[in-house]
Antibody, heavy 118, light 106 residues
């Protein structure tokens, strides 16, 4: 069974940092590009970042360039999101999602909640 | 940056057909995907590349895309279809989601 399990969320003060992880199982992780998508409380979905199968191509939403860093470790079937200089508006559920740019995201994790608050 | 516009809410009577639209400039030239999200759950892909259904998605779900409007059509609506629906595409190195449409089944 294909599974994506996020972790690393929690309460952090403004200006702080967090590193989210997403562990994949049930498929060959290195064969798939991956994404991070977030959803603020009561809000819609927002795409954050994309990484290709071999990490050769990486993209970010304009608003997060320079603060967030996506990476992956294919040997560990894991995807990461390093988030720095966190702001109140970064409060959201963060999902990892499997899929290339032009074919949709066919598998999602259950999400990990990040709360930025003093 | 590219923008996608969806109606905030749509309603449909049980057993009837509903169409949820997603508007964007020349969207017909892009690959559009649709997701269903129920409260407290992760999104589920219901249509990819305009018209394709992933395995396990009922035939009642269909998609179209032309000109400046993409659409998700749900036939014979069921109570279980009540959810938020999001369109999404990839444009110039960026993933873009529509604002979402809340579907109410009456």
């Amino acid at each position: 069974e294909v599974q994506l399990v996020e972790s690393g969320g929690g309460l952090v003060q403004p200006g702080g940092s967090l590193r989210l992880s997403c562990v994949a199982s049930g498929f060959i992780f290195s064969n798939y590009s991956m994404n991070w998508v977030r959803q603020g409380p009561g809000k819609g979905l927002q795409w954050i970042s994309y990484i290709s199968r071999d990490s050769s191509a990486i993209y970010y939403t304009d608003s997060e360039k320079g603060r967030f860093t996506i990476s992956r470790d294919n040997a560990k079937s894991s995807l990461y999101l390093q988030m720095n200089s966190l702001r109140d508006e970064d409060t959201a559920v963060y999902y990892c999602a499997r899929g290339p740019p032009y074919s949709g995201y066919d598998r999602w994790g259950q999400g990990t909640l990040v709360i930025v608050s003093s | 940056s590219y923008e996608l516009t969806q109606p905030l809410s749509v309603s449909v009577a049980l057993g009837q057909t509903v169409r949820i639209t997603c508007e964007g400039y020349n969207i017909g030239n892009k690959n559009v995907h649709w997701y269903q999200q129920k409260p407290g759950q992760a999104p589920v892909l219901v249509i990819y590349r305009d018209t394709n259904r992933p395995s396990g998605i009922p035939e009642r779900f269909s998609g179209s895309n032309s000109g400046n409007t993409a659409a998700l059509t749900i036939s014979r609506a069921q109570a279980a279809d009540e959810a938020d629906y999001y369109c999404q595409l990839w444009d110039s190195g960026t993933g873009v989601f529509g604002g979402g449409t809340k579907l109410t089944v009456l």
